[in-house]
Every structure is written in structure tokens, then in C-alpha cells.
């Protein structure tokens, strides 16, 4: 969670320091309003919308990397826009589908149980909103269409 967190740390300055002063707010003048349009409009959704579900998302490829006995070496890479994991070794095609799939769809499932149990629906669109990661734009989405023809145009061979 930590690298996720330091790719987003202005959101979460920005955010800390206006919840701050609402909180300092509701203290000095017992107006709640504040403190609680802090939290419904900045820090739920930066923590509970962002933070939460890119950390979740990215385990989730860390833990199906982990059990494929030829990836070698898990690495975090963090550019400007986003954090992904690389891995180091060889899959085939369906062991890269499977990783590519495992991150979006374990923030889908969290997102239908949210909305599901009407626990938060709001919340659950933030969850919900993965499934998109599965187009060819996104690295899941070239991954999975890689996985996929690489696993439907491989032959056998024939020794």
C-alpha cells in the first residue's frame, strides 16, 4: 500500500490537511457540517476509492505471480501515472491472463458485495470502475489479450 500511497501522496496532503481543519473547525465551533463534507467528498473517496482498491488490485497480481513457479523475481515499477508489478521469468499464456485478470476482478468482487449488500453503493463504483482495466488500453487489457492469443495460436509440438 505504501508504494500506491507515495504515487497519490499530494491527494493525500491535500486531503489530510482540509480534513484537519474541518476537524479543528467542528472542535472550536461544534459545526459538524465540515468534518463530515471532508470526509464524504475527500477522504473516503481518496482512501476508500483510490488507495484501497489500486493496493488490492496490485496484491491480488502479486499473489497469483507468487504462485507460478517460473516467475523468478517480482518488481515494483512506479512511473509518474501509475504503479504496476513486473514480473521476471516465464508464463504462459493463460498464467498471464490469469495474473492480468486477478486485479481488476478482485476489486469487481469487493465492488458487488459493496453494492450487493447496499453496504456503500457509491463506494462500490470506485470498485466496480477495475473492470475498465481489462481494455487493450490498459496494461491488464494488453496483457490479457497477449495471454489469450498467445494461448489460442499455440500449437503443440509435434516430437
Not at 484501497?52 to 512511473?79: D, G
Request: proline residues 6%; hydrophobic residues 55%.
Amino acid at each position: 500500500m505504501g508504494a500506491v500511497a507515495s504515487q497519490v501522496w499530494p491527494l493525500l496532503l491535500f486531503t489530510g490537511v482540509l480534513t484537519g481543519a474541518a476537524l479543528l473547525w467542528m472542535i472550536r465551533s461544534g459545526d459538524a457540517v465540515p468534518a463530515a463534507m471532508a470526509w464524504m467528498l475527500l477522504a473516503k473517496p481518496a482512501l476508500l476509492g483510490l488507495l484501497v482498491p489500486f493496493a488490492l488490485h496490485e496484491s491480488a497480481h502479486v499473489l497469483v505471480l507468487r504462485r507460478i513457479p517460473t516467475v523468478t523475481h517480482i518488481a515494483l515499477e512506479r512511473t509518474g501515472w501509475r504503479t504496476s508489478v513486473v514480473p521476471a521469468g516465464t508464463m504462459t499464456g493463460r498464467q498471464t491472463a490469469l495474473v492480468a485478470l486477478a486485479g481488476p476482478l478482485v476489486c469487481v468482487a469487493v465492488g458487488a458485495v459493496l453494492w450487493l449488500t447496499s453496504f456503500d453503493r457509491a463506494l462500490s463504483w470506485w470498485y466496480l470502475a477495475h473492470l475498465a482495466f481489462l481494455l487493450p488500453v490498459f496494461g491488464d487489457g494488453r496483457a490479457l489479450w497477449f495471454g489469450s492469443r498467445q494461448r489460442l495460436t499455440h500449437t503443440p509440438d509435434a516430437s
